[in-house]
């Protein structure tokens, strides 16, 4: 009926259209915003408890000569590993849900 | 309950968009909690509501209601002051909208990133992804990709 149409605009045609508002797109806010949300929350919180509990439980597990899970950048590759596992089970989540 | 998502309450918009992604009565009512006769009694209710809004829609805006599908929430009608087809569609996200369909112009437009961040939730809410080649295109020539899988041939 209408296929030949390619174009649909939510202004009826000669419409006066309002204004855009400029929002500067580098303000704090906006920088603020796009850098605070869920993930980068969950990089945050990951890497400081798995970098306490490296803290805490260092002179316990520590022996001279067996250097066990604590090298030098134990705490920021568990800290990935969980920011990862995290991740993947968000999106295999989301997938699931979408299907 | 407002007459810009068809005066839904959050539970019926619930099931309207579980209807949408066609799933069947019994499994809505499962999810919910509630026995299908129940969610079948939510339905006529839906439709009426939906309905309603689509026929106001109309009514303020001067058009002429061709068809209504009340489960995607897409209706055409006909603008005879503009002489132009019209699609109004309904979303939870976005709730009722007016699409006339002409060609817009989206370069001398300064709404073109609200329009788009429009179409992208509607895309969303009704499982249509959207490619790249999709997101280089205008919002007028979205609009339609979207929302011109519900007119009739």
Known sequence: MIKCIVNACPFAPGAVKPASMAVPRTSGLAVWKRLVNRKSTFLVLSFVSLMLLYGYSYPSRHYPGTPFMYEESYFLKMSLYTYVSGMLGFYIKKYKRRN | ?153
Not at chain 2, 30 to 45: D, F, N
Not at chain 2, 123 to 130: H, P, Q, V, Y
Not at chain 2, 131 to 136: E, G, S
Request: hydrophobic fraction near 35%; proline fraction near 3%.
């Open chain 2, 1 to 153: 309950m407002t007459f810009k998502v068809g005066y839904l309450t959050p539970r019926e918009a619930g099931i309207w968009d579980l209807r949408r992604r066609d799933r069947s009565q019994s499994d809505i009512g499962r999810e919910l909690g509630v026995s299908r006769q129940a969610i079948h009694k939510a339905y006529h209710i839906i439709d009426g509501k939906v309905e309603q809004a689509f026929m106001e829609a109309a009514d303020t805006n001067n058009l002429v209601v061709k068809t209504i599908n009340l489960v995607d929430g897409v209706m055409e009608a006909h603008s005879p002051a503009h002489d132009i087809p019209v699609l109004v569609s309904l979303s939870n996200k976005n709730g009722l909208k007016v699409w006339y369909l002409y060609e817009g112009n989206c370069r001398t437009c300064n709404l073109e990133q609200s329009c788009r961040s429009v179409l992208e939730a509607e895309a969303e809410e009704r499982g249509i992804e959207l490619n790249t080649l999709h997101q280089l295109k205008p919002p007028t020539q979205l609009a339609i990709e979207i929302l011109g899988r519900y007119q009739d041939d």
